[in-house]
């Protein structure tokens, strides 16, 4: 082919996509409490999202990385991952579903309060603003399925989830407290460690994080495991991922980490992750798990194309 009609389609192509993502919406919604919510969130509304189809909104929790009392750093961070980020973001764009993201504070003076993973500290926080943070996420929901019905979208009244690391498991937990307004989800780099849906194991209670023993008690409704069952879960980690947050205080009390090791293992990979797999296998024979060869605590292309396909399929399912 002529070198100049090659770079004439290269560069058509590339005008042609700054044109697509010129077309993208990003809306900063500001802080309701009266429709529940504390905080602002990000919801980014693709160019491809369709108003004549029936859409799902994709909802990823923010994930900072570190404890910081500025709140303009979790706001700008939030943002850069609604408008950017490899996950949430590429998923959004290639399965054409808006997308929220939370603006969740992570504080340093309460280090402790881990509530990008929705920990045990921060469900149980009782004070304004961090009060019930997952609620607050079930009102950002509401309010943004509001916004784009408005904008002439169709949404569904259940919603799609991903999460790695610790938004990953802020997605693992949250779906179990929620299982009637997720219809799917995705968890990647979650440390080997899942909550159960159930109780307890070997006469050993397993409490919030760990699994449902008082979750009537935090939630003040029994738990439905049968709508836990009806999502659809893909679960992930990496061979070599040597990230372990259950070994951090600031993500596990030593109560937790000593049950954790003495019922589900110490290691992390590959005997924490198989012995979890196991017992989620025998409740829950549905749930996808992979293990990737040759990745740590990070994504690759054969993870995104898994994640594209189980959606997809998700999204078709009755």
């Given at each position: 082919m002529n070198r100049f009609f090659l770079a004439l389609i290269?560069?058509?192509?590339?005008?042609?996509?700054?044109?697509?993502?010129?077309?993208?919406?990003?809306?900063?919604?500001?802080?309701?409490?009266?429709?529940?919510?504390?905080?602002?969130?990000?919801l980014f509304i693709p160019a491809e999202c369709k108003k004549n189809i029936n859409n799902y909104l994709l909802v990823e929790s923010n994930?900072?990385?570190?404890?910081?009392?500025?709140?303009?750093?979790?706001?700008?961070?939030?943002?850069?991952?609604?408008?950017?980020?490899?996950?949430?973001?590429?998923?959004?764009?290639?399965?054409?579903?808006?997308?929220?993201?939370?603006?969740?504070?992570?504080?340093?003076?309460?280090?402790?309060?881990?509530?990008?993973?929705?920990?045990?500290?921060?469900?149980?926080?009782?004070?304004e603003p961090m009060r019930r943070i997952d609620l607050q996420l079930v009102a950002m929901i509401h309010d943004a399925i509001t916004i784009l019905k408005e904008k002439g979208f169709q949404l569904h009244d259940q919603v799609l989830m991903s999460g790695y690391s610790s938004s990953g498991v802020f997605a693992n937990r949250f779906a179990l407290l929620h299982a009637e307004l997720v219809k799917a989800y995705s968890a990647g780099g979650i440390n080997g460690i899942l909550i159960m849906p159930f109780s307890?194991?070997?006469?050993?209670?397993?409490?919030?994080?760990l699994g449902t023993d008082d979750y009537q008690e935090i939630t003040g409704q029994p738990f439905s495991f049968e709508a836990f069952e009806k999502i659809h879960?893909?679960?992930?980690?990496?061979?070599?991922?040597?990230?372990?947050?259950?070994?951090?205080d600031d993500g596990y009390s030593n109560k937790e980490r000593e049950i954790i090791y003495k019922t589900f293992g110490k290691t992390m990979l590959p005997d924490r992750w198989f012995a979890c797999q196991l017992h989620y296998k025998i409740a829950l024979p549905n749930v996808q798990f992979r293990t990737y060869s040759g990745v740590g605590h990070g994504m690759n292309e054969d993870i995104m194309r898994d994640l594209i396909r189980f959606y997809s399929s998700a999204i078709k399912s009755e």
């Amino acid at each position: 082919m002529n070198r100049f009609f090659l770079a004439l389609i290269i560069l058509l192509v590339e005008i042609s996509f700054i044109s697509a993502q010129s077309l993208d919406t990003l809306i900063e919604i500001a802080a309701n409490p009266k429709a529940g919510f504390n905080y602002p969130y990000f919801l980014f509304i693709p160019a491809e999202c369709k108003k004549n189809i029936n859409n799902y909104l994709l909802v990823e929790s923010n994930n900072t990385g570190s404890p910081n009392d500025t709140f303009s750093v979790h706001e700008n961070a939030a943002k850069l991952q609604a408008q950017s980020g490899p996950l949430g973001n590429s998923l959004s764009r290639q399965l054409h579903l808006p997308f929220l993201v939370p603006v969740f504070p992570r504080p340093q003076k309460e280090w402790k309060v881990y509530t990008h993973m929705l920990d045990r500290d921060a469900l149980l926080w009782n004070k304004e603003p961090m009060r019930r943070i997952d609620l607050q996420l079930v009102a950002m929901i509401h309010d943004a399925i509001t916004i784009l019905k408005e904008k002439g979208f169709q949404l569904h009244d259940q919603v799609l989830m991903s999460g790695y690391s610790s938004s990953g498991v802020f997605a693992n937990r949250f779906a179990l407290l929620h299982a009637e307004l997720v219809k799917a989800y995705s968890a990647g780099g979650i440390n080997g460690i899942l909550i159960m849906p159930f109780s307890q194991y070997n006469n050993e209670k397993l409490e919030y994080p760990l699994g449902t023993d008082d979750y009537q008690e935090i939630t003040g409704q029994p738990f439905s495991f049968e709508a836990f069952e009806k999502i659809h879960q893909f679960l992930y980690m990496g061979e070599t991922d040597s990230n372990d947050a259950v070994q951090m205080d600031d993500g596990y009390s030593n109560k937790e980490r000593e049950i954790i090791y003495k019922t589900f293992g110490k290691t992390m990979l590959p005997d924490r992750w198989f012995a979890c797999q196991l017992h989620y296998k025998i409740a829950l024979p549905n749930v996808q798990f992979r293990t990737y060869s040759g990745v740590g605590h990070g994504m690759n292309e054969d993870i995104m194309r898994d994640l594209i396909r189980f959606y997809s399929s998700a999204i078709k399912s009755e």
